[in-house]
């Protein structure tokens, strides 16, 4: 048994008898989905770090892109809307 298991077997053995908690702490550790304990971290090297860079770089890039754009089409809307108005 892991600690978190040995830890909740003491805490329901407080409110239950020993074999009761044993069997609902076996049925609990087999239904829990401990790869989320178990997991690895792996850091990150420097060429992921620079790859990551190089892209948020060119997600700005493109963001500005589109603003840019955007900003373009309305002025070039009011500047159309103004001359039918005249």
């Known amino acids: 048994m892991e ?6 077997y003491e805490l329901l053995k407080a409110k239950l008898d020993e ?10 550790k087999s239904g829990l989905d401990t790869s989320f304990i178990e997991a690895k971290i ?3 090297s420097k060429e992921d770090i620079a790859m990551l ?6 997600t700005k890039i493109e963001i500005l892109k589109y603003i840019i754009l955007f900003f373009l089409i309305l ?5 159309g809307l103004f001359v039918i108005l005249i």
């Open 19 to 28: 074999k009761e908690a044993h069997s609902l702490t076996k049925q609990i």
């Open 53 to 58: 860079k190089t892209d948020i770089i060119n």
């Open 3 to 8: 600690i978190y298991h040995i830890h909740l």
């Open 75 to 79: 002025f070039l809307a009011l500047l």
């Open 42 to 44: 792996i850091p990150a």
